[in-house]
């Protein structure tokens, strides 16, 4: 993960943190969580941010899913500032900021988040590989709405990709010349171009849903 961020730090949240990101659904699950960390880092070393602050926001950013998906930014705030064992690493102005960040990480949200951090997790939060997003948008319909039959989810799929990434889609960028900005582009493209987005539907449907058992 880096040199920089301190080793206790770094072997606390590996044992007792990012595992349990595998109760979480396969859109949210480590692969995530270990590239928003990643990401974040990434994005920290440009800015210059605090690398421990930035790792810790980044590793609890989720953990709110495990009450309803919702309120996850708000309850994920609630569980890091709540949790002492951050007190041996950080101090109660860095908690503040840090649970401010959490809260304010999620795409729907219509403010900037409120401090650096915020907007870091936020932009790393949002890995916009237009194949990943589609594969993702899969994966969460797949886990959340078993009982749709194929052209529900196709439908479910295009909703949700239009309300949150077309033109007019609630997501929003908060660091200016990110990766992110190309990638964005992108899936507006294949938005408008609905025979390939059919296509990539059905290829990531196929490989992402396991077919029912039949008898012989």
């Known amino acids: 993960m880096g040199n920089n961020i ?3 730090l770094m072997e606390f949240i590996e044992k007792s943190i990012l595992p349990r990101y595998a109760e979480f659904d396969k859109a949210h699950g480590m692969e995530h969580v270990i590239g928003v960390v990643r ?4 994005i920290a070393r440009r800015l210059g941010a605090d690398l421990d602050m930035t790792y810790t926001v980044a ?9 309803p998906r919702a309120i996850h930014h708000i309850t994920g705030g609630k569980i890091l500032a709540s949790d002492a064992r951050l007190k041996r690493w ?4 860095k908690l503040k900021i840090m649970k401010e960040a959490v809260e304010d990480h999620r795409a729907s949200a219509s403010h900037a988040p409120r401090n650096m951090y915020g907007k870091i997790v936020a932009e790393a939060d ?3 590989n237009p194949e990943t997003v589609m ?14 039959d194929r052209e529900s989810h196709w439908k479910r799929f295009c909703e ?9 889609g609630y997501i929003k960028l908060w660091i200016p010349g990110s990766p992110n900005e190309q990638n964005l582009k992108k899936i507006r493209e294949m938005i408008e171009d609905k025979m390939l987005l059919r296509d990539m539907f059905d290829r990531f449907y196929s490989e992402e849903h396991e077919p029912a058992s039949h008898p012989l």
């Not at 594969?135 to 749709?148: A, C, D, H, K």
């Not at 949700?160 to 007019?168: F, G, Q, R, V």
Request: cysteine-free.
């Open 126 to 128: 949002r890995d916009l």
């Open 90 to 93: 950080f101090s109660p102005e």
């Open 160 to 168: 949700h990709l239009n309300n949150k990434y077309s033109h007019n």
């Open 135 to 148: 594969r993702r948008t899969v994966q969460f319909g797949l886990s959340n709405y078993p009982e749709l």
């Open 59 to 67: 590793a609890y950013h989720d953990l709110g899913l495990a009450g």
């Open 6 to 8: 301190s080793l206790d």
């Open 39 to 42: 990401r974040s880092l990434e």
